[in-house]
């Protein structure tokens, strides 16, 4: 049973990067489409950015151009480069399947862009 578990996140300041790494426990299939999700303070859970198998990469409107997905199907982990933060990507980041399955959420990593 894979489990994810993600890790990079931080305080930066508006304009900073972070890179956010999740990493299964167990093996993920190379065939599987991945995602990173987030979910901000008193916010539904949003989708930020998926790569599919094949490598076609989606991102959310907002993040489009600073944010870059990534995956290393040998390493089985999942990969988000965030530049350019702004004070509104403040939350907390997850690393799940797409479509998602609800028993695969991890703790998520905190990531907070404040002055």
């Known amino acids: 049973q894979v489990q994810f578990v993600e890790s990079g996140g931080g305080l930066v300041q508006p304009g900073g990067s972070l890179r956010l790494s999740c990493a299964a426990s167990?093996?993920?299939?190379?065939?599987?489409?991945m995602a990173w999700y987030r979910q901000a303070p008193g916010k539904q859970r949003e989708l930020v950015a998926s790569?599919?198998?094949?490598?076609?990469?989606n991102y959310l409107d907002s993040v489009k151009g600073r944010f870059t997905i990534s995956r290393d199907n040998a390493k089985s982990t999942v990969s988000l480069q965030m530049n350019s933060l702004e004070p509104e990507d403040t939350a907390v980041y997850y690393c799940?399947?797409?479509?998602?399955?609800?028993?695969?959420w991890g703790q998520g990593s905190q990531v907070t862009v404040s002055a």
């Open positions: 799940n399947f797409l479509p998602p399955r609800p028993d695969k």
């Open positions: 167990g093996s993920f299939s190379r065939f599987s489409n």
């Open positions: 790569i599919r198998s094949g490598g076609d990469t």
